[in-house]
Nanobody, 127 residues
Framework: QVRLVESGGGLVQAEGSLRLSCTTS????????LGWFRQAPGKERDFVGA????????DYADYVKGRFSISRDNAKNTVYLQMNSLKPEDTAVYYC????????????????????WGQGTQVTVSS
């Protein structure tokens, strides 16, 4: 399994911004996808977005399109989730996850596709 460590969470006011980081252990895999999910209190864990490491191709959930963006730094083995125009409903624990399953076969929006998970980082948006 790949070790993932998230950081960057915190408390921010509505319309503010945060950048989360997810640092991974050494990569030697093809078809790598790093995904971001979030889980609000009392709710299921939902897909936020994902990036294919090799190509940089990204995909986002509709409710974050235009506000969130994902990028990667190969040299640092780190993926970033830039969150802008935050809303109180974005309050959740944010998790990064890793998979090497072929995204042409397995949906990257599903939790079950991912093999490794970080510990999560809390994001709280106040109104």
């Amino acid at each position: 399994q790949v070790r993932l460590v998230e950081s960057g969470g915190g408390l921010v006011q509505a319309e503010g911004s945060l950048r989360l980081s997810c640092t991974t252990s050494a990569r030697t895999f093809n078809n790598e996808v790093l995904g971001w999910f979030r889980q609000a209190p009392g709710k299921e864990r939902d897909f936020v977005g994902a990036i294919r490491w090799t190509s940089g191709w990204t995909d986002y959930a509709d409710y974050v399109k235009g506000r969130f963006s994902i990028s990667r730094d190969n040299a640092k083995n780190t993926v970033y989730l830039q969150m802008n125009s935050l809303k109180p409903e974005d309050t959740a624990v944010y998790y990064c996850a890793h998979t090497t399953k072929n995204p042409a076969v397995f949906s990257i929006t599903l939790e079950a596709t991912y093999d490794s998970w970080g510990q999560g980082t809390q994001v709280t948006v106040s109104s």
